[in-house]
DNA sequence: GCGTCGGTTCGGCCGCGGCCGTAACGACGC
DNA sequence: GCGTCGTTACGGCCGCGGCCGAACCGACGC
């Protein structure tokens, strides 16, 4: 049976309380020092250390030196994704979440997934972009429709499809199962151009040391006003 | 930090050897009893019985009595996906992989993932399907073109859209990056059909206790002639 | 009733692996 | 040069958890 060893080695990655927590602080894409690892997941630099060479060693993470500090960011996308998904299986896992601190009311709202948004500001974007027309979700696949390009490059967001043009709708658009709001959101390419076209905009600012996204009062207007979203209050 | 317990242990469970060739013997969607797992597994039923209870206190398998047998599969979909994003990873993970004996060799050639075929029919199907303009397929987002409605109807695999119709390209199309060619094939809802569309007319048959996929010679012709796909010889 | 078989529970053994203390190493800034 | 910060290497402790043997439970067939 391929593959058992391997699958098992990298669940077992996964599995260690601190390696977790590591991963889960730089799935937003950021890289991070091992110090501040260390300190997110509170224990000792040199257990860090320690956890991030295996990390490394298995290319789930990469590093790159700068000066005297190693930046960790996850290796790839894939990375990512498959902790995403892991974390969907988590949520499916344990219904009965009843924690609802202030920290957990600000990434319910709104973080990164990598490279897009999720939590309530996402999957309302997700909806309102379909109620509109712009694109078509269906439970596991996704696009743009032409319509929807329109829209987006008359916003700004501009989806160059890399395609020959041949056709209308093109395929820049991925769902992402949201693990708090268990909905789809956007992810795809459409997905990560929200997020920039946000940032750029000041629309959303990313929080320090968190994965939690803050919406500017700039944000709420131009999010109430573009797509009808009234998540902001309370 | 929400959730971390929750990666953490969702990854533990994955990352038992035993759990993991339980998981992955079970990523075909089929039931097996806690004695089939058990001897998959390589361990006494009483360690099985364990894993197995762990894994569905976990909702990762869903247990189904029938007589004195227990049947256990996969409980989501989604559990089927998290564990294909593993094996990408892992796969990636471990580059050198000169293991490429007779098991493996039909595993690569054609297996089944969850609901759809994977391997090189599978990335074979996905190239053929593209290149008559059927499918479109980025990165990480895949679509049935209106043209591959039409062709895919005339084959006899219906696609129910069950959208209003007033746009022509649908997502039934989702890509999964094969982790055996690193390339991607067609999952999703078109991806299911091709396969039962298949198994229906005896193209392909499930192998006993295996992923492996059989391709029959009805299967060879058909292919070739529909597809141009010559990947059977050796 | 009895025997068989599939599955689970209990108890105890044992080994893997995470953790830290200490110490060494390397890169910077002065 | 020197001190400091950050990271890595080694040794040893300890606890979690997987494994099996044996016994128990329930379902079937006669």
Known sequence: MIGTVSLAQVGALVGDPTRAAMLQALIDGRALTAGELAALARVTPQTASGH???LAASALVAVSRQGRHRYHRLATPQVARMLESLMQVAAASAPPRARTG???EQLRLARTCYDHIAGRLGVALADAMMARGWVEIEDDAALVTSDGMDQLAALGIALDPSSTGKVRSVPLCRP???WSERRSHLAGRLGAALCTHGLERS????RAGSRALEVTSAGRRAYRDLFCIEIFET
Chains 1, 2 share one sequence.
């Open 102 to 104: 202030p920290r957990d």
């Open 52 to 54: 991030l060479a295996q």
């Open 203 to 206: 629309w959303i600012r990313k």
């Open 176 to 178: 992402c199962l949201d």
